[in-house]
Nanobody, 123 residues
Framework: EVQLVESGGGLVQAGGSLRLSCAAS????????IGWFRQAPGKEREGVSC????????YYAPSVKGRFTISRDNAKATVYLQMNSLKPEDTALYYC????????????????WGQGTQVTVSS
C-alpha cells in the first residue's frame, strides 16, 4: 500500500510562492493519479488539483487555475504543487491522496491520504 507524505508548507505573504511536495513510498507510483486537496478551518475539504497517471492530464479548481501548477516526477515518486500569487484565501491544510490511474471528482474516491502540510498566507 502506498504511503504519502506532504511537505513544503509554510508562512508566506500574499503574492508569494510555495512549492508543495507529495512523496510516495510503497506501491507502484506510476499507477496512481495524485490529487491535492485543502481544508481551511470551518470549511469543507475542497479539491485543488490533480494529475493523472495517463498522459499526465492535469486538472485545477477554478480558484487556483493560472496560479498553481501540478507536476509529477515518477522517478522520484513525487508530485509537486507550485503555488504562485498566493492569496490569504489559499490558507489551509493541504493534503495529497491517490486515485487509480485517472483523476476523479469525488474526494471519497481517493485513498492513502497524507497527514497534510499547512499553508498560511498573510495579507
Amino acid at each position: 500500500e502506498v504511503q504519502l507524505v506532504e511537505s513544503g508548507g509554510g508562512l508566506v505573504q500574499a503574492g508569494g510562492s510555495l512549492r508543495l511536495s507529495c512523496a510516495a513510498s510503497g506501491g507502484i507510483f506510476d499507477d496512481y493519479a495524485i490529487g491535492w486537496f485543502r481544508q481551511a478551518p470551518g470549511k469543507e475539504r475542497e479539491g485543488v488539483s490533480c494529475i493523472s497517471s495517463i498522459d499526465d492530464d492535469t486538472y485545477y479548481a477554478p480558484s487556483v487555475k493560472g496560479r498553481f501548477t501540478i507536476s509529477r516526477d515518477n522517478a522520484k515518486a513525487t508530485v509537486y504543487l507550485q503555488m504562485n500569487s498566493l492569496k490569504p484565501e489559499d490558507t489551509a491544510l493541504y493534503y495529497c491522496a491517490t486515485a487509480v490511474r485517472y483523476c476523479v471528482y469525488d474526494s471519497s474516491d481517493y485513498s492513502n491520504w497524507g497527514q497534510g502540510t499547512q499553508v498560511t498566507v498573510s495579507s
